[in-house]
């Protein structure tokens, strides 16, 4: 194996989230052309269309960055390049607020400012945002400054997740949001709280319980990380950090309190999902 060369495959994975690249996923995946008559398909349209293309596009509102990024439903693991892309819109600047924001505190407190809502804006289009995309698309800083930003957030606002491509899908070590979801439940806070909290659904916070009371009852038949992960269909690291959890609470009286009333509704709801046999009489 070669050395790897961090800087390559930054530019290689940002050339990949492009209009052009996005095209030629399009033709490998949905026509079954090859790479390279992908590249001719896209040569051709480019000599054709582009003129008229350039000549008649309409102009981005003002304020507004327009960028590819990689869908949601994507899973981890799986390279860019092979990933479906969405072109979305988002809103760097929200004018005179904004100007004011950048001229008394300066543009590291504006960055920080806009960090949650852009990547909202994103989730809301379908797309998940990575720091590559904050740093080099949008805000042009280096990416170590937009981890500086993400870390001084996640120091001041604990409770309230960033939706980017590694918190969203179990990537990389930052806590992701369905560790903090859970661990809201185990402090006692209802679903419409943490919906509030957290900008999700109540329909997706059930869903995260759900998966961390079946991670409590496989770990009851002393299966390893490994196949928790597998039966689950989750990241091993995701599956650590529930255990991790699991042993807090049973360190901390109210966090067991909650982790057995999130059993009992757990098992309650299994029981009325649970099909009833009919009994056939001869």
């Not at 079954?32 to 309409?58: M, R």
């Not at 419409?192 to 909290?197: M, T």
């Not at 196949?227 to 650590?240: E, N, T, W």
């Amino acid at each position: 194996m070669g050395i790897r060369n961090p800087k390559k495959e930054i530019l290689e994975r940002l050339e990949s989230k492009t209009l052009e690249a996005q095209f030629k996923t399009e033709l490998v995946a949905g026509l079954n052309c090859s790479p390279f008559e992908a590249e001719a398909v896209l040569a051709v349209v480019k000599e054709v269309y582009f003129p008229f293309i350039t000549a008649t596009a309409g102009l981005a509102p003002p304020g507004k960055v327009t960028l590819v990024a990689v869908c949601a439903d994507e899973p981890p693991g799986k390279p860019i390049a092979q990933c479906v892309k969405r072109t979305i819109c988002l809103t760097v600047h929200q004018g005179p607020a904004d100007d004011h924001l950048l001229q008394a505190q300066g543009p590291t407190v504006f960055r920080r400012s806009r960090l949650l809502e852009l990547c909202q804006e994103a989730l809301s289009q379908g797309a998940l945002l990575t720091r590559e995309d904050l740093a080099y698309r949008i805000f042009f800083v280096a990416p170590r400054t937009i981890s500086r930003d993400l870390a001084h957030w996640r120091q001041t606002n604990p409770a309230q997740l960033i939706p980017l491509r590694s918190t969203v899908q179990d990537m990389g070590p930052v806590l992701t949001h369905r560790v903090a979801i859970v661990r809201l439940a185990l402090q006692g806070k209802t679903t419409s709280e943490i919906c509030r909290l957290t900008h999700h659904s109540a329909g997706a916070v059930s869903n995260y319980l759900a998966t961390f009371t079946r991670c409590y009852q496989l770990q009851q038949q002393r299966l390893q990380v490994s196949q928790i992960a597998f039966l689950l269909g989750r990241s091993p690291g995701l599956v650590q950090r529930y255990l991790e959890l699991i042993s807090q609470c049973r360190a901390d009286q109210t966090l067991q309190y909650h982790l057995n009333e999130l059993l009992r509704i757990g098992a309650a709801g299994e029981k009325k999902s649970r099909p009833v046999r009919q009994v056939v009489h001869d």
